[in-house]
């Protein structure tokens, strides 16, 4: 279990550093300076585990608790401010641990929302939120309207796997399976919309 | 009392489906696709309960601990999605049942800022926000400027409403009437304010 | 000791004060009603500090503790909406007061997250939080980029009079003397990036 303890921690930071990227990303495409990046970055981040620690009342909130989410959100602004070109070629690599790492911030966050005795649908909802709100605040801030709103079927696909997650918790609890499986479902649904172009439908 | 209750948490039901509805709705207008729709709904309607919550410290907030507050927004989701045309023409019904829904948010919101022993101009202030801050941060999602900053006195019926039970409560305590005859000047105030255009000055 | 405790209070709110004018200001900017100016206003006064609790889990939040802050907050309105061309002649007394409350601020904010157990890093960040945070969310409501992510080294300033404090409290705890030299080290770097045009590189 240690071994599989530490996997999850190393994909969480690496989860982390990636988003700190794509925070830092946009922010260079707004102009902003060093200073507004790092926040981007950290909002990106951190901002969906954050608001959701906040509504469930987890406080302080989980990053301020391990310097190294920080030390990794730093590391991620400077190497995006002096290597961004290496960086805009490494798309492919990005997008694969973004999407690990919504995964596994999807199943965590459901996790930590059911250990403080909270519904199972409210565990759901706040494992999506741990995975897309950081986008969406980083999106206000940037005054933009939130990209997920809009595209992909991004929210919808964390939603499923935390569903599976806790079905199959319910029908045969094996917590280390079911969350590679929930994560893998986030993963497979994510990468088949992007592929097939899959949006949900609008309003009329 | 228990009949009262059952009463208050009726209406508190169907407020919540009401502002879920206007968020669906502006989701539409912005063709954001049905999860766009989803949170804003939710934002809409448990948005300013939320954040009351969240400043004076009763986490998990408010709508985590029923299901049925969820369960009235995915419906009001939904019957946005499949019957928006009928939505549109109970415009009328809609707006009777938002102000009433907005008195009482207001008392509610304000009665448990009181119970946290907090100071009643806090409490009428927490009031006022558990009323309108949902809308507010519907619009900020939306990328618009709050419409609440610029129309109507929407808010300042809510202040009035909450003053008023404040008072009468300290004059003579009878919880139900006393918010009965708050939210009743709340309901007064914006009904008189949208027929009359009253509006509130601007600094020039 | 309480000599200079009174002292630390007294600007403190003098510069909530300050805040409060310079969000009634932009409300007056955007043509918000009087009702919007005064959320602009408590927003810009007091939601720094306001992130700050809710992140550490210090709730109920500050500002609700002490109803000398709210009162300050509404006489700022008050004051910007009968006497705003008076105000606009006191741009440099404005200023002088807004610098000192953005370093006090730090200051304090940092040791209300010490004070909690965090660790030094967080509380320098939290620090800065509390200081420049109000000015984002006044953007953010206004529908405006934040000013901060693109121009001045103002939050910059207030890292490094806190990271100033952290050290020589570490080095010879003298809390009084450190604190205003901390303080000191804010308002010389802001006044100086302000005079010399100092700015932040940008990502490109």
Redesign the interface.
């Known amino acids: 279990m240690s071994v599989i303890a530490s996997w999850i921690y190393l994909i969480d930071i690496v989860g982390t550093f990636v988003f700190a990227i794509s925070g830092?990303?946009a922010?260079?495409e707004?102009?902003?300076?060093?200073?507004?990046?790092g926040?981007?970055a950290l909002v990106t981040a951190v901002g969906g585990g954050?608001l959701r620690d906040?509504?469930?009342?987890s406080?302080?909130?989980g990053w301020?608790?391990d310097?190294n989410y920080?030390a990794v959100i730093v590391a991620a602004v400077l190497i995006?401010?002096f290597f961004?070109h290496h960086i805009l070629k490494l798309r492919r690599t990005m997008f694969l641990f973004d999407t690990i790492g919504i995964g596994l911030f999807t199943i965590l966050g459901l996790q930590k929302t059911l250990a403080?005795g909270?519904?199972p649908?409210?565990a759901i909802?706040m494992g999506a939120v741990s995975a897309v709100f950081g986008g969406?605040l980083r999106d206000?801030?940037?005054?933009?309207?939130?990209l997920?709103?809009?595209?992909e079927?991004y929210?919808?696909a964390c939603l499923a796997g935390g569903l599976f997650f806790v079905l199959f918790q319910w029908i045969w609890p094996a917590p280390v399976i079911n969350m590679l499986a929930g994560i893998a479902v986030v993963i497979t649904i994510r990468a088949l919309a992007v592929r097939r172009h899959w949006?949900?439908?609008?309003?009329?």
């Open positions: 830092a990303l922010a260079s707004k102009r902003f300076d060093i200073f507004g990046a926040i981007l954050t906040v509504l469930i009342g406080t302080p909130v301020m608790k310097l920080l995006s401010f961004k403080l909270l519904s649908v409210i909802l969406v206000v801030l940037s005054n933009e309207v939130p997920i709103f809009r595209k079927i929210a919808t949006s949900l439908p609008v309003i009329r």
